[in-house]
């Protein structure tokens, strides 16, 4: 074979290869991917090197402002230098950052670079964005979702994944990571999330704009105005409607709630803190730490403070009712007042939900007798909820009320009780204790705006390895008990009795066939006397008849006889005044009427007129006086009966005479 003809092609192949390297070296055809861009890198020019900025504007030697999308190119050789660098893509829910790296300098007080116009916010058209007079640095508009074209030599992309950037140095690309760094720490490349079901609030904290005033602490609420487009800045989300509003650095009033909120976080960090919770049966006493300030509207009786109108700085007037509150925690202090009845306990270990009540302890006591006890003392009270922002004026909150107003003088009243009683008295007057206590403590707890509901009363506690008092109520107890078993012997003993009663009842049913006949039989009895009765009560009513009758009958007669017996005794007397008369006077007639009843009787008796013994004066001697003796006596009788006979008969003769 001829050489000549091997020759010829590998020279045609080697100026082929010497022509590509050519192309190659000359730039003048590049081809760029559709998934990348083509930075333009000017190696030289009639118009000499860029002057000021690092991005060449005028056709200056240096990286061209425009890049090149996918497709071939044709340059002029050996004057570019094509790079090529991913198109920035931003992943869904993501947020990406930019940093201008040519641009206008920043402001003495400003951090981030300012997008306040539609040139200076667009960033894939880096002329634009410089001739507008964008700025360096890292810039307050962000990156939503989606894939952008951007010049990666003027802006240097920062993502959660990688950092977008050509030709950096080794200390931008050190700056660049620790900006991610931050951004990462601040979740920044993720947007602000606030569920519903987390009952969080999110807490905003500027830091770019002018500083506050002085005395400020929080920075008041701008553009929140949904109507004025220029400046409602839609949670932060706007940065630059925010500046334009008026909006200062620090930490803000506003806060922004459930929902997802697009926030450079550069610009402003946002803290999550909880919402706040009013439950049921309390009230929050609002303190406000920023605001205008207000007049004083507690009246000119109330000296321990002062109360605003809400809004205002100091302490709000009326307090907010149960509910859930996004309340700035920064901004103002929320004290929760409960107003329903809580219980304060001084026991110690024993801490109610509140913790109002955690420092308290048993009440110390030193009782008249020397003894000293601890006191379990429970308070029940209340507090009106339109007087609560009256106590945390006051007091700053009701556990310092507690601690530095009611302890004390729940004390003090106990120890006085305590001193004035012995340790039986005080065992044993509880209730009454409790009464008086409940009384004079509740107008001292009115002098603090408080209601008191009841006091509670423990039993005294003697201290750990004192058997004092422990002695004390033994003896009580063995009292009690010899009470109670005296009552005990009494129960017992009508228990006996009642025993002995059960057992007569049984006795009783025991013979009661025996008892039926008997008591049939009593009723027959009764029936037969009550039969008798009948008979004799017939019989009395017959004889009463009878005797009313043979009464009658004796009355009868007896009124006939009597009325005889007149008849006779006017004749009789008649007959015997004529007889007085004949014998010419009375005294006459008696004697003769004696003489003749004498007879009569010596008649009628059987003794003899003449006495068969005779007693003389002398022994055996008969004198002649010896029958002198009756007739002396006869003599001296008659002497005696006949002057009053004879006054008699002149009584009784008149009246004969009148009848």
């Known amino acids: 074979m001829d050489i000549t003809t091997l020759v010829q092609p590998a020279l045609a192949a080697g100026a082929i290869i010497a022509l590509l390297a050519l192309l190659k070296l000359s730039n003048v055809v590049r081809y760029i991917p559709n998934n990348q861009v083509g930075i333009v890198e000017k190696l030289w020019s009639v118009r000499g090197s860029v002057a000021d900025g690092f991005i060449a504007l005028n056709g ?18 050996f004057m570019y230098r094509i790079h090529t660098s991913d198109l920035v893509t931003v992943g869904q829910g993501k947020i990406a950052y930019v940093f201008a790296r040519d641009g206008a300098p920043l402001g003495a007080s400003q951090v981030l670079g300012a997008n306040d116009s539609e040139d200076n916010s667009d960033f894939q058209d880096a002329r634009r964005f410089l001739m507008a007079g ?7 508009k962000i990156l939503r979702e989606g894939t952008y074209a951007i010049n990666t030599t003027q802006f240097a992309i920062i993502t959660d994944e990688r950092v977008y950037g050509h030709a950096l140095s080794d200390q931008e690309r050190i700056v660049l990571d620790a900006m991610q760094l931050t951004i990462a720490e601040r979740w920044g490349f993720t947007p602000v999330i606030l569920a519903a079901d987390h009952d969080l609030v999110g807490i905003v904290t500027v830091h770019d704009g002018p500083s506050l005033p002085p005395g400020e602490i929080i920075a008041p609420e701008v553009g929140i ?6 400046t409602f800045h839609n949670n932060f989300q706007e940065p630059e409607k925010f ?4 909006g200062h650095r620090g930490r803000q009033l506003q806060v922004i709630v459930e929902g997802t909120w697009y926030i450079n976080r550069l610009f402003a960090t946002v803290e999550n803190v909880p919402k706040t919770i009013i439950p049921v049966g ?9 605001g205008p300030r207000m007049a004083d509207v507690s009246g000119e009786t109330y000296r321990h403070g002062e109360l605003v109108s809400n809004g205002g700085r100091g302490v709000w007037k009326d307090p907010l009712l149960p509910g859930k509150y996004a309340f700035n925690t920064y901004a103002g202090k929320i004290e929760i007042i409960p107003t329903v009845n809580f219980i304060l306990k001084w026991v110690r270990g024993e801490v109610g939900a509140m913790k109002l009540d955690e420092n308290l302890s048993e009440i110390s006591l030193i009782t008249k007798d020397a003894f000293e006890p601890t006191l379990p003392l429970s308070v029940v009270m209340h507090i009106d909820y339109k007087k609560a922002p009256m106590i945390i004026q006051r007091f700053g909150d009701v556990k310092k009320l507690v601690e530095q107003t009611l302890d004390p003088m729940v004390s003090a009243f106990f120890k006085n009780v305590a001193q004035k009683m012995t340790l039986i008295e005080l065992l044993q007057n509880r209730a009454a204790i409790q009464e008086e206590s409940a009384a004079e403590m509740k107008v001292k707890f009115e002098g603090y705006s408080l209601e008191l509901q009841e006091v509670l009363i423990g039993t005294p506690r003697a201290a750990p390895g004192d058997q004092t008092i422990e002695n004390i109520l033994i003896q009580l107890r063995m009292r009690q008990v010899a009470r109670e078993q ?16 059960l057992n007569e009842a049984k006795a009783t049913a025991a013979a009661q066939a025996a008892l039926t006949q008997s008591l049939i039989q009593i009723r027959v009895n009764e029936n037969e006397g009550a039969a008798a009765l009948a008979r004799a009560q017939k019989d009395a009513e017959t004889r009463k008849v009878t005797a009313a009758a043979v009464g009658e009958q004796s009355r009868l007669e007896g009124q006939g006889e009597a009325d005889r017996a007149l008849a006779v005794g006017a004749a009789n007397a008649q007959a015997t005044k004529l007889a ?7 005294e006459f007639r008696l004697a003769e009427q004696n003489f ?9 008796i059987n003794q003899p007129l003449v006495p068969q013994f005779l007693m003389s004066g002398g022994q055996g001697q008969e004198t002649g006086n010896s029958g002198l003796i009756p007739t002396a006596m006869l003599s001296s009788m008659f002497g005696r009966m006949m002057p009053e006979a004879l006054e008699q008969l002149k009584r009784e003769a008149p009246r004969s005479a009148r009848q």
């Not at 003749?596 to 009628?604: D, H, I, N, S, V």
């Open 596 to 604: 003749a009843k004498f007879a009569e009787a010596l008649t009628r």
């Open 486 to 501: 005296v009552e005990t012997f009494q129960e017992q003993e009508k228990a006996a009795i009642q025993e002995r009663t």
């Open 60 to 77: 200056e030697a240096g990286f061209e402002p425009e890049v090149l999308r996918g497709g071939l190119h044709l340059f002029f050789p």
């Open 580 to 586: 007085v008369d004949a014998y010419r006077g009375p």
């Open 243 to 246: 500046l334009a509003a008026g």
């Open 134 to 140: 964008g700025q360096k640095g890292p810039q307050r």
């Open 282 to 290: 309390n009230v929050g006493v609002v303190i406000f730490y920023t």
């Open 225 to 230: 105005a949904l109507h004025d487009a220029a």
